[in-house]
Structures are given as C-alpha cells and as structure tokens.
C-alpha cells in the first residue's frame, strides 16, 4: 500500500478512501466482465444448441392419443374403485372385481406403449 508515516489524519482518510474507491471499481469492473463473458458463452451455446436441434426446442409437444386413453382408463377405474360396493351389489364381486382388473390391465399397456 503506501507509507503512513508522516501524513496527517486528513491526508490518510482522503487517500484510504481514493484506494478504497479504486479497489471498488476494479472488482465492479471484474465482476462486469465475468458476468459479460458467461453471458456471451451462454448465447453461444444456445446457439449452437439450436442448430444441432434444427429448432426442436420451440416445438411444441403436442399430446398423443395414448396419454388422453390412459388418463380415460385411470378415470374409469378410480370411478369404479370409488362406486366399487354399488358395483359388487349389482354384478357380483367377481365380475365387478375382474371388470376393474381388465380396466387397469388396459390402461397399463396402453402407458407401456404409449411411452
């Protein structure tokens, strides 16, 4: 730093605080920079991302029967489930029970292959 022998009180403060400013803007300069070139390389990624994709990424997903028949079998079978003793008094346990199996043994293999 610099050599405080000889220098009043005013004269120490005025120069600590001229350093201190300095050393302030440099980190803030620094920091600017740092900032400015993780920017830069984001946007270059990004770029490069778009062009490997070939503009994949502002595709929408559109949503495929699959998902819409496994959400109507997952309804099914909860409605069933929820009304499963109205069910057993009109059709019987076994039926009502093995009904509700093939609903969900159905909406299994429509997600297994839906994915």
């Known amino acids: 730093m610099y050599e405080v022998k000889h220098r009043s009180i005013q004269?120490?403060?005025?120069?600590?605080?001229?350093?201190?400013?300095?050393?302030i803007y440099r980190l803030t300069k620094a920091k600017d920079d740092i900032c400015s070139e993780i920017q830069r390389q984001n946007i270059k990624a990004d770029v490069e991302a778009h062009k490997i994709l070939k503009g994949g990424i502002f595709q929408k997903s559109a949503i495929q029967s699959q998902h819409i028949s496994l959400l109507g079998y997952l309804g099914v079978f909860c409605a069933g489930y929820s009304y499963m003793p109205l069910l057993v008094k009109m059709l019987g346990p076994s039926l009502?029970?093995?009904?509700?199996?093939?609903?969900?043994?159905?909406g299994v293999s429509t997600a297994a292959t839906g994915f």
Not at 13 to 19: A, D, F, G, H, Y
Not at 96 to 106: I, N, R
Request: hydrophobic content about 40%.
């Open 11 to 23: 004269e120490h403060e005025i120069l600590t605080q001229t350093l201190e400013r300095e050393n």
């Open 96 to 106: 009502s029970y093995l009904g509700l199996s093939a609903v969900l043994l159905k």
